[in-house]
Antibody, heavy 120, light 110 residues
């Protein structure tokens, strides 16, 4: 079955960096765009970034533009999120989500998330 | 960028019907599809409605979605409420390069 497993979360100091990974299985990873979505403690969902199936286009939320980089390795069925210059407000559970064949706007499968805590 | 506004919370009794609204701040609600996600405590979101009114396989027909251009809003209606429907519900839409989530609505079934 379709599965997404995030990893790489942890505790990091403000200004630090972290790289998240999302291992995909059960579908043809190279055929689907992928999203990162985060959820701060007790808060709602916030879209972070999107990458096309072939990596040719990438889009970011204004709140992370210039600090975060989304990428993918289709040979390893893995999605990444490089997070630099981290701030306290980046503290959240980070989910990766697969898009549906209907369109990039529909996130049809979500991982269980990995927790990032930015604190001194 | 536009915003999607949802009521913070709604509550209803088992067996009843509840409707959750999602109002788009600018641009037409009809110009981009709306999705609805259910998130139970401690779990990841799952889709209950996509493309305004489509149900993924496995989602009961008690869940339905619609859009209303006159109020520039989308709605999620859940009929025959069950205690298992108690969760947070998020609407989501997009424009050319951004995805936008509503703030979420906590549904209490009591």
């Amino acid at each position: 079955q379709v599965q997404l497993v995030e990893s790489g979360g942890g505790v990091v100091q403000p200004g630090g960096s972290l790289r998240l990974s999302c291992a995909a299985s059960g579908f043809t990873f190279s055929s689907y765009g992928m999203h990162w979505v985060r959820q701060a403690p007790g808060k709602g969902l916030e879209w972070v970034a999107f990458i096309r199936y072939d990596g040719s286009n990438k889009y970011y939320a204004d709140s992370v533009k210039g600090r975060f980089t989304i990428s993918r390795d289709n040979s390893k069925n893995t999605l990444y999120l490089q997070m630099n210059s981290l701030r306290a407000e980046d503290t959240a559970v980070y989910y990766c989500a697969k898009t549906h064949p209907s369109g990039y706007y529909y996130m049809d499968v979500w991982g269980k998330g990995t927790t990032v805590t930015v604190s001194s | 960028n536009f915003m999607l506004t949802q009521p913070h919370s709604v509550s209803e009794s088992p067996g009843k019907t509840v409707t959750i609204s999602c109002t788009r701040s600018s641009g037409s609600i009809a110009s981009n599809y709306v999705q609805w996600y259910q998130q139970r405590p401690g779990s990841s979101p799952t889709t209950v409605i996509y493309e305004d009114n489509q149900r993924p396989s496995g989602v009961p027909d008690r869940f339905s979605g619609s859009i209303d251009s006159s109020s520039n809003s989308a709605s999620l209606t859940i009929s025959g409420l069950k205690t298992e429907d108690e969760a947070d519900y998020y609407c989501q839409s997009y424009d050319s390069s951004n995805q936008v989530f509503g703030g979420g609505t906590k549904l209490t079934v009591l």
